[in-house]
C-alpha cells in the first residue's frame, strides 16, 4: 500500500515533537479564551520558556506556516494541532487495571479531551467489577475479548501490576488491539508491528529527584 505524503511526514515527527505539541495546543486554547486572534513564534515561546526556532519547527510539522509581521491566527493554529494529534477525532480504548491509577485516569478523562475514549475498564478484582468511575463502568475482565471484537477498539490501557502487564499485552493483542499504553514498569514483549508507549512512573520520578539532587546535569 503507498504511503501518502501526510503519512509520510507523520511517520518523520521526532518524538521530541510530538511530546510538545499538546502543551502548544493547550497554551494557545487558553490564548484563544483571551480573545488573541494572532500570536507570533516569539510570543509562544517566551510564554513556555522555550526557543522560537524550536517552536517554528515544532509547528511546521502540522503543515501551517506564520505570516511575517503577524504570526500565526490563533483558531487556524489549534485545528491544525487539533486534526494533526488526532484530537479532533475519537479513539476509544479499553483499559485494564481498575486499581487507583486506572480510576484516576478514568476520573481524569471525565474533564479532559485527548482524543482518546476509554470506553470501558476490565478488572479480575470483584470489588471492583460493577462500579463506575468518570462515567466509565468496570467489567469483568473475560468480557474484553468479545467487546474488542465487536466494537473493533484498537487502542488497550495497562495499569495493572508488573506481573501481569505481559500477560494482558498479549490478550489485547490477541483482540485486535495495534497500540497499548504501558503505564506499568514491565518491558512488553510484543510483536513489532504494535504500537507500545511506555509511561514509567519509576522513570520520571528517577529523572525528577536525579535533577532535584543535581540541578546543574
Not at 507523520?10 to 488573541?36: C, D, M
Not at 524550536?54 to 505570516?67: E, N
Not at 462515567?135 to 490501557?157: C, D, P, Q, T
Request: include cysteine; proline fraction near 4%.
Amino acid at each position: 500500500m503507498a504511503v501518502s505524503g501526510k503519512n509520510k511526514v507523520q511517520a518523520q515527527v521526532p518524538e521530541p515533537t510530538l511530546k510538545r505539541l499538546p502543551g502548544y495546543l493547550y497554551f494557545l486554547e487558553r490564548t484563544r479564551e483571551e480573545g488573541i486572534i494572532n500570536i507570533s513564534a516569539p510570543a509562544i515561546a517566551k510564554s513556555l520558556k522555550c526557543d522560537s526556532t524550536q517552536v517554528v519547527k515544532d509547528l511546521a510539522y502540522t503543515g501551517i506556516k506564520g505570516k511575517p509581521g503577524v504570526g500565526y491566527n490563533t483558531y487556524e493554529l489549534i485545528h491544525s494541532l487539533e486534526i494533526f494529534l488526532g484530537f479532533n477525532r475519537i479513539n476509544e480504548a479499553f483499559l485494564v487495571g481498575a486499581g487507583n491509577l486506572g480510576s484516576a485516569l478514568m476520573a481524569y478523562q471525565e474533564h479532559q479531551s485527548l482524543g482518546l475514549k476509554i470506553i470501558a475498564g476490565f478488572d479480575i478484582d470483584e470489588n471492583k467489577i460493577g462500579k463506575t468511575i468518570g462515567g466509565i463502568h468496570v467489567l469483568e475482565y473475560n468480557k474484553m475479548f468479545s467487546l474488542a471484537e465487536r466494537l473493533n477498539v484498537k487502542i488497550g490501557i495497562i495499569t495493572t501490576p508488573d506481573h501481569a502487564a505481559q500477560e494482558v499485552a498479549e490478550d489485547m493483542v490477541n483482540c485486535g488491539i495495534k497500540g497499548i499504553w504501558n503505564f506499568s514498569p514491565a518491558n512488553l514483549n510484543l510483536p513489532e508491528e504494535i504500537i507500545v508507549q511506555r509511561t514509567s512512573m519509576s522513570s520520571y520520578a528517577a529523572v525528577l529527584l536525579h535533577r532535584l539532587q543535581n540541578p546543574t546535569t
